[in-house]
């Protein structure tokens, strides 16, 4: 499975982004697609994922209330939508995917296949 990830961008304090990711490939393969984010100098970070069939989401602390994590079965696409960004959002966000559930949805080391990543700045 490949990924392509889009729709990062430079923001100010509040805005909102969305971010895109299209899979393509032995996508009827995939248990869950997510989203991680890593900043300058720190570790990998999980942000949001949905498991493919359901449509169940998770969400890292920071997320909840703020990110919202869906689905386009038909353009095999997730999206991320990022509502009251903050500084601290800032970060390179990649789109992550399982083939079968290995017992976390927070660990990056539990996907199978990644995208190259997609800048996210939010000014303050």
């Known amino acids: 499975v490949q990924v392509v990830e889009s729709g990062g961008g430079l923001v100010q304090s509040g805005d909102s982004l969305r971010l895109s990711c299209a899979a393509s490939?032995?996508?009827?393969?995939?248990?869950?697609m997510g989203w991680f984010r890593q900043a300058p100098g720190k570790e990998r970070e999980f942000v949001a994922t949905i498991v493919w069939s359901g449509g169940s989401t998770y969400y890292a602390d920071s997320a909840k209330g703020r990110f919202t994590i869906s689905r386009d079965n038909a353009k095999n696409t997730v999206y991320l939508q990022m509502n009251s960004l903050k500084a601290e959002d800032t970060a390179i966000y990649y789109c992550a995917g399982q083939l079968y559930y290995s017992g976390t949805y927070q660990y990056p080391g539990a996907y199978h296949y990644w995208g190259q990543g997609t800048q996210v700045t939010v000014s303050s």
């Open positions: 490939g032995r996508t009827f393969s995939t248990y869950t």
